[in-house]
């Protein structure tokens, strides 16, 4: 059944199928795992845009973990999709997985507090089960893994290149999603030695319409919190610097790699740089309720970086990126989908 939320991402997935060349994938199937995520919710809509406009696509095999909600049950009907539920850290299961033309492995617990809740199955999302999922590329195929900003970890000067990794050691409390990342690009890089198109899209911060209601990132939380409990209270003084990126512009990124990507690492960032507490005053501004900041002496979650922040220039230069989605207009898009994600699920 067709919801508001659904009509959220299909109009901003017709802003991404304008700009991108799906002509790669007539006749091809592609995998993606993690498909019921934010970023899955949105490469499915662009995928059916692309279907119905006339790219001829064999097959698009969508990989969960939990059952997906309404909304994305809708973005699947109308094409030749094939859902397939299951733990991709079981070999057994991964074993059976069709192959694919093209894949995109989007799976490995994007948010912090679930990531550090399940540090071994993080570890093994981004390393054994990237490797196992190279079995399921047809030869001459394209696999695009999903990294991450974390690694830049432990440095001081934003904004960070491609050629720059982080400083952390391994008993950092995000080590597990930190060094399975950093493990997956090695993975990576070891299959384009052999001649395997496969490349890193290092993603950091985006967000938008697409999530589900026990999201925990920031900006969903706080967005929940202004909605629900009509006030928004900090953790810390949120002085902590984050540059934002919607998750049209993410996604646009993320099909220009996978389709005309040379290089083997990518950074996925935006523009909108702001402090936490102004992310905060922004949203309660929006929604109109009150913003409440601790003294300094209370801490946030343990081991989150002081500045996130990304060199773009390499994707500028390649795919011609210059124009970003702002955070007023991104933030207004994210309350409406949560704002209709809460009376849906009410």
Request: one cysteine or more.
């Amino acid at each position: 059944m067709k919801s508001i939320t659904a009509d959220l991402i299909i109009q901003d997935s017709e802003i991404i199928v304008k700009k991108i060349d799906f002509s790669q994938l007539n006749g091809k199937s592609i995998l993606i795992t993690g498909a019921s995520g934010l970023i899955g919710h949105y490469l499915v809509a662009c995928l059916k845009r692309a279907f119905l406009q006339g790219i001829k696509i064999s097959k698009i095999i969508l990989v969960v973990k939990s059952d997906p909600t309404n909304c994305f049950h809708y973005l699947m009907e109308n094409i030749p999709a094939q859902l397939i539920k299951g733990d991709l850290t079981d070999i057994d299961f991964l074993s059976k997985l069709p192959k694919a033309d093209f894949i995109i492995h989007a799976a490995g617990y994007g948010q912090p507090g679930k990531f550090m809740d399940n540090q071994i199955k993080t570890i093994s999302l981004n390393t054994i089960t990237t490797l196992k999922i190279f079995e399921k590329l047809n030869d001459g195929g394209k696999y695009l893994f999903l990294s991450t900003s974390e690694l830049y970890s432990g440095l001081t000067t934003p904004p960070y290149r491609e050629g720059q990794i982080g400083t952390t050691n391994t008993d950092h409390f995000r080590s597990c999603y930190i060094e399975g990342k950093r493990c997956g690009e090695a993975i990576i890089n070891a299959f384009r030695a052999k001649g395997v198109d496969a490349k890193s899209a290092r993603l950091s911060l985006a967000y938008g319409p697409g999530t589900r209601t026990d999201d925990a990132r920031v900006i969903n939380e706080f967005i929940k919190k202004a909605l629900i409990e009509q006030r928004i209270e900090l953790k810390d003084p949120g002085l902590s610097m984050r540059t934002y990126l919607y998750i049209t512009d993410a996604v646009e990124i993320i099909f220009n790699i996978l389709f005309l990507g040379k290089e083997g690492v990518y950074n996925v960032g935006g523009e909108s740089r702001t402090s936490i507490i102004n992310l905060a005053n922004n949203i309660g501004t929006l929604i109109g309720i009150p913003i409440f900041s601790p003294s300094s002496e209370n801490k946030g979650l343990v081991g989150a970086p002081d500045d996130v922040y990304l060199d773009m220039t390499r994707v500028e230069k390649e795919f011609g990126k210059t124009k970003y989605i702002s955070l007023q207009e991104g933030l207004e898009k994210t309350i409406e989908w949560q704002r209709h994600l809460y009376k849906e699920n009410s």
